[in-house]
């Protein structure tokens, strides 16, 4: 089975040497995981400048954002990705839970409209990517709908898929009980925001997306 | 008796439904506020259409969206399935209901644990 896998990853590897091709890589994940947070620290190491902005209320990014050429170093090894900072994705969206923030009623059911409109881009952008950093909060539940979902299509795809187990800096974090969620599939246990493990992460990257 | 209904769709049918008739039915049941619990669940790209079409139906203090649960997708072992290229992806168990009624308590590998309000 390993064999057919690995096969598979292979064929689109090499296609996409031949064709020259930058490989397209998606950050995904439920709402508030640090989708944005990972994106900035990555461009920030990587190019100097930002991806979006950041924010405790869910749905801050409600438009996919790419950006093209950034160069990862790591162990001697570089590699070129154009990265896609995706909205999070959801399968409910409550305007009442933005009024929680102290948001108005009117800002909060546009709000709500446009994060409905993002999940929409970031389903789309599943089909023309070349492999995911699935961004998950590890201080919460892994077993939730969109994680399978979006691993689902990834192994439907037959798609490299890196696991970033992120805020690892909180007390409550469980990276483990990640891992023992989708033992399939490598996991790096990460703070985006305080920066633990990146050197870590930039490795896997290298060597599952290069 | 008052109550929420909840129907059990057998693997048999969904086989005999498209992709497009599984996510229609799903949401047009769940919109009336029925609880689905669906024998084999949906393909991954089942479930993008589900999302994206739920996304379109969304309406502020009229529906807010679908609650879905269901098992992580396994590998199928059929070695002839994989020979021949097959989809080796086996779908499973999946529960869905309106997002104001159907809340998840718990979910681990091999529970699924939810609580069904009435409206
Ligand atoms: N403690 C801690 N907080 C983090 C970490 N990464 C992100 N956060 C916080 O989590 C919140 C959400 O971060 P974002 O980067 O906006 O999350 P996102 O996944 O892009 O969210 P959406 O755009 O809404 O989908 C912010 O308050 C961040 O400061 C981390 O490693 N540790
Ligand atoms: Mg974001």
């Known amino acids: 089975m390993g064999i057919i896998k690995r096969l598979g990853l292979n064929f689109t590897w090499l296609k996409r040497i031949f064709k020259k091709k930058r490989a397209r890589i998606g950050i995904y994940g439920p709402p508030n995981a640090g989708k944005t947070t ?23 990014t409600r438009r ?53 409109e993002g999940v929409i881009e970031a389903v789309k952008w599943l089909d023309e990517l070349d492999g995911i950093i699935l961004v998950m909060d590890a201080t919460e539940d892994p077993y939730t709908q ?23 800096d909180l007390p409550n974090s469980s990276p483990a009980r990640i891992h023992s969620a989708f033992p399939q599939h490598p996991l790096v246990p990460i703070s985006a925001l305080e920066g633990q493990n990146i050197d870590l992460l930039y490795r896997e990257i290298a060597e599952h997306f290069g | 008796m008052k109550g929420i209904q909840l129907d059990l769709i057998s693997e048999d049918k969904l086989d005999g439904m498209t992709s497009m008739e599984k996510v229609r039915l799903i949401l047009d049941e769940v919109r009336n506020g029925k609880i689905l619990v669906l024998e084999k669940g949906l393909t991954p790209s089942e479930q993008n259409k589900l999302i994206e079409l739920t996304m379109t139906e969304i309406a502020p203090d ?25 989809n080796t ?22 529970l699924i644990s939810a609580l069904v309000s009435t409206p």
């Open chain 1, 64 to 116: 996919a954002r790419r950006r093209e050429g950034v160069t990862i170093n790591s162990n001697g090894s570089a590699v070129t990705l154009d990265i896609i900072d995706t909205p999070g994705l959801a399968t409910k969206i409550d305007f009442h839970d933005f009024m929680a923030f102290g948001m108005n009623e009117e800002e909060s059911k546009r709000r709500a409209k446009e994060a409905t």
């Open chain 1, 38 to 60: 990972l994106a900035n620290r990555i461009l920030r190491d990587w190019t100097g400048d930002a991806m979006g902005s950041v924010s405790n209320v869910p749905h801050e």
């Open chain 1, 146 to 168: 969109v994680n399978v979902t979006v691993i689902g299509n990834m192994e439907a795809r037959k798609l490299p898929l890196l696991i970033a187990a992120n805020k690892i």
């Open chain 2, 62 to 86: 009229d529906f807010s969206g679908i609650e879905i649960e269901s098992y992580p997708v396994k590998q199928n072992d059929n070695f002839l399935n994989k020979l021949f290229g097959k």
């Open chain 2, 89 to 110: 992806l086996k779908t499973r168990l999946t529960v869905i209901g309106p997002a104001a009624q159907l809340k998840t308590i718990k979910k681990d590998r091999d």
